[in-house]
């Protein structure tokens, strides 16, 4: 397993593999890699010939300096994990010099309004910094298919639609999102979650789940104010946002419509720490 901290040199090494007809799954992370980034990671082997993961946290999608502090960086243990893993994997890990040059600056994007509900009213520039390094990897790695968790189900979408404007020739995989056994979805961000919260979190996909039993006979309206009325009721977990929206514009959902799918989505504060987590709903 080889790791490259520059793009000159991972290109150099991907067009002499890409001669030889290789075909290149790519698994885009910000590192601290956990169960659900190796399932992304083994989909890509077994549906490509190598597997390149990337590794870095990009300053350019975090609107909270403090978080970007504080994100975990373990390059030493992830690349020994990823060792574990296969023998053909690529790993890319790049100072924020080596993809932003002189000054690291989100591009501006627009997502047909994807980018203007949920995480985009929290999150100030964020779905502007995902764009901008995504499409940056993606001209690096030049990759057949790339791997998304749907546990990040507003970035999936988006990406999808980034490749889509932009004639982007990639195929964009969303994958089911990968839980703890107590339903938490992974997430690097659960490592930094002291022992009460941790022990509280799973009541979040709890929730998404009664959530998902009363869409069958009540309104959104309804749903919605009950599950705010459970988060009221929490001593540990703060609700940021639950949002019953169509899966395909990501909107609010007004009216059911049977011809049309739908996702719940929410946003937790647990102490510090923010989680997000949705469902499929019919
Ligand atoms: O989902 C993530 O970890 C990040 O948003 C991504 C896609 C690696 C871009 O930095």
């Known amino acids: 397993m080889t790791v490259f901290n520059k793009k000159s040199k991972i290109q150099d090494h991907i067009s002499n593999k890409k001669g030889d007809n290789f075909t290149i799954g790519f698994v885009p992370t910000m590192g601290a890699l956990h ?39 373990t390059l030493e243990k992830d690349v020994l994990l990823l060792k574990t893993v296969s023998p053909n994997i690529l790993v890319y890990a790049p100072a924020v010099e080596d993809i932003y040059e002189q000054k690291a600056v989100a591009e501006h994007f627009t997502f047909d ?11 100030d520039g964020h779905f502007n910094g995902v764009g901008t390094i995504v499409k940056r990897l993606f001209e690096i790695v030049k990759p057949n298919k790339a791997y998304f968790g749907e546990k ?54 709890k929730i998404l789940n009664t959530a998902k039993e009363q869409f069958g006979t ?50 937790v504060y647990a102490d510090d720490i923010r989680l997000i987590d949705n469902i499929a709903l019919n």
């Open 35 to 73: 169960d659900g980034h190796l399932s992304l990671v083994n989909k890509a082997l077994e549906e490509n010939d190598i597997c390149v993961v990337s590794i870095f946290v990009n300053p350019t999608q975090f609107d909270n300096p403090e978080d970007l502090k504080k994100y975990p960086r």
């Open 113 to 123: 309004g994807l980018e203007h509900e949920m995480e985009g009213k929290f999150r």
């Open 152 to 205: 990040d189900f507003q970035q999936l979408a988006i990406i999808k639609k980034l490749v889509e404007k932009h004639n982007i020739p990639v195929i964009v995989e969303g994958c089911t999102i990968y839980r703890e056994k107590s339903g938490l979805a992974y997430s690097s961000r659960n490592e930094r979650l002291k022992p009460d919260y941790k022990a509280a979190a799973p009541f979040i996909f």
């Open 218 to 267: 009540k309104s959104a309206k309804e749903v919605t104010e009950w599950v705010e009325k459970q988060f009221n009721n929490h001593d540990l977990l703060k609700l940021e946002y639950f949002v019953i929206a169509d899966s395909k514009t990501l909107k609010p959902v007004k009216r059911k419509s049977k011809s049309k799918t739908y996702r719940a989505f929410i946003a």
